[in-house]
């Protein structure tokens, strides 16, 4: 069962100018995320609930509706292993963040990346395996209509090769880079 709503306490950033959201809009500005992006993306933040104090990013389906969702706390003093916590019942390895751009019908580049926060930066042309990726991630990839440049974190650029080859072995266009 894919997680259809926000979680309790969700409120758009967007044209938010609450002090409890306050937090969460200046973790998106000094990571460089135009607010066009936080409004496109749906990007919120929880005021309270079990996912207070954290910057949630929908998947989104074309129609504009949720099939889950990526939260980062945005208070540096939670360690980098507890920032990133998902849904119970999330089905990350099954699905991809911003998956529909991969079935426009363009020859434009779609970057294939980490993490959400990577996707926004490259907004609308990304998408997140959000982690390593899945078989079942993979077998999405491999049905784009666009041609594919795969860019995992600089310690990853070798699964990131791998990825882009297999891509190709299926069908797709598809390229790496490596980060430094």
């Not at 937090?23 to 990571?31: E, K």
């Not at 074309?62 to 706390?73: F, H, M």
Request: net charge positive; glycine share 8%; charged share 20%.
């Amino acid at each position: 069962e894919a997680i259809k709503r926000p979680p309790d306490g969700f409120f758009l950033l967007a044209g938010d100018t609450s002090a409890t959201l306050a937090p969460a809009r200046a973790n998106m500005a000094g990571r460089n995320i135009p607010e066009w992006v936080w409004h496109e993306a749906q990007v919120g933040a929880c005021a309270y609930g079990p996912y207070a104090g954290r910057i949630v990013i929908p998947n989104l389906l074309p129609d504009g509706s949720w099939y889950g969702y990526t939260t980062r706390a945005y208070d540096k003093a939670v360690p980098k292993k507890k920032a990133y916590r998902y849904p119970p019942g999330s089905w990350r390895g099954a699905v991809l963040h911003n998956q529909p751009a991969l079935w426009e019908t363009t020859d434009e580049l779609l970057y294939v990346v980490e993490g959400a926060f990577d996707a926004l930066y490259l907004w609308p042309h990304a998408v997140a395996v959000l982690g390593m990726p899945s078989e079942q991630q993979i077998n999405l990839l491999a049905t784009s209509k666009r041609p594919l440049v795969v860019v995992l974190d600089a310690d990853a650029w070798e699964k990131g090769l791998a990825l882009s080859m297999r891509l190709r072995l299926e069908g797709c266009r598809s390229g790496c880079i490596k980060l430094l």
